[in-house]
C-alpha cells in the first residue's frame, strides 16, 4: 500500500485549520504522514496540530512562503526524505471539508501518469465550483469544461499526484508565482508533459471560498489601493500575470495578451481613480 504525503499550508486560521485537522482524523485511510508547512503563523497553528497529530512534521517560514513557497518547501522535504517512488503526494487547502473516505477514495482512483484533483463544492450552498478548468491559449481564457472535454489545467486544491510523477512535472516557482496562477501554471505544465489531468464525481471536497483573497478593491485613496492592487494576494495582480504568460503562453500569442493584461489594469487603476475623486467631492 502506498503511503500519502499530505502536504498542507496553513497561515494564522487556527479554526479553520482545526477543522480540517478534524476532518483528518476522520478518514478511513490511517496510511498518510502529515507535512504541515506553517509560514510564519502567530496563532499555535502548528502546536494545535502537533496536540491532534503528534506524527505531523512541521516546516516554519517567517510569513513570505505564501502557497507556491509553501508547497515547493514540502516538496523539498520529500526529496530530502527520499520517499518511495509509489508513494502520493496530496496537496490541499485547510479551508476545506473532506468526507471520511476522501483520501481512500483518492487513492483508489489515481492512476499513473495522472494528476487527479477532487471536484470541488461550495461548503454551504453544495453548489459546483470547481471540476477542473480548460484554458483556451489563444484567447487568454480560463473556463469550465464542457460535458465530455478533457481539461488541461487544475488547481492544487485536493491534489493527487504520485511521488514519480510529480519529480517528471517538477516543482513550483515561487518568486515569479509566489500564490495565485502558480498551481494552473504547475499544472498545464504537467499536461504538456504528457501526464494526463482529470477530475472525477466520486472525490468530493467542500470549500469555503470565502476565506481568501482580493477579488473587489475598495479604497478611497490611491495608495492604499495600489498597494492591495500589486498585493501577492491580489488575484488579478497583473505583475504575476505577465509571470505567468510568460512562463505558459505560446511565444506567437504573447504580445497580445500582454497588453491586454496591462490595458486592462490601467482601466482599473483609472476607474477607482475616478471613484475616489467622485467619493471625496460629494
Not at 486560521?13 to 498518510?32: D, G, H, K, M, P
Not at 483518492?106 to 494528476?115: D, T, V
Not at 509566489?178 to 477530475?199: C, I, N, Q, W
Request: neutral net charge; proline residues 5%.
Amino acid at each position: 500500500m502506498p503511503k500519502v504525503y499530505i502536504l498542507l499550508p496553513v497561515h494564522n486560521r487556527e479554526s479553520i485549520t482545526r477543522s480540517f485537522v478534524e476532518c483528518l482524523t476522520a478518514q478511513t485511510f490511517w496510511n498518510y504522514h502529515l507535512v504541515l508547512v506553517d509560514d510564519g503563523s502567530s496563532d499555535g497553528t502548528a502546536e494545535i496540530v502537533k496536540e491532534k497529530i503528534s506524527s505531523a512534521t512541521v516546516l516554519r517560514g517567517t510569513g513570505d512562503w505564501w502557497w507556491a513557497g509553501s508547497l515547493q518547501q514540502g516538496i523539498d522535504w520529500l526529496k530530502n526524505n527520499a520517499i518511495n517512488s509509489e508513494d502520493i503526494v496530496l496537496m490541499i487547502n485547510d479551508d476545506v471539508e473532506m468526507p471520511p473516505d476522501f483520501i481512500e477514495t483518492g487513492c483508489a482512483l489515481l492512476r499513473p501518469g495522472m494528476l487527479l484533483q477532487a471536484a470541488i463544492y461550495d461548503d454551504t450552498t453544495r453548489e459546483v465550483l470547481d471540476i477542473g478548468v480548460v484554458y483556451d491559449e489563444q484567447k487568454m481564457v480560463f473556463r469550465a469544461p464542457r460535458l465530455g472535454e478533457s481539461v488541461n489545467c487544475l488547481t492544487t486544491n485536493g491534489l493527487f499526484i504520485r511521488w514519480q510523477d510529480l519529480q517528471i512535472v517538477g516543482g513550483f516557482h515561487p518568486r515569479l508565482l509566489p500564490h495565485y496562477l502558480s498551481d494552473y501554471e504547475f499544472t498545464m505544465r504537467a499536461h504538456k508533459k504528457g501526464l494526463r489531468l482529470l477530475v472525477l464525481p466520486e472525490l468530493k471536497l467542500f470549500w469555503n471560498r470565502g476565506t481568501t483573497g482580493f477579488r473587489i478593491i475598495e479604497e478611497v485613496d490611491l495608495l492604499p489601493f495600489l498597494r492591495k492592487f500589486f498585493s501577492k494576494k491580489a488575484a488579478g495582480n497583473p505583475v504575476y500575470w505577465t509571470a505567468f504568460l510568460f512562463m505558459s503562453s505560446p511565444i506567437q500569442y504573447l504580445p497580445l495578451h500582454l497588453a491586454r493584461i496591462w490595458k486592462s489594469a490601467l482601466l482599473s487603476i483609472v476607474r477607482e481613480m475616478l471613484r475616489m475623486r467622485s467619493i471625496k467631492n460629494k
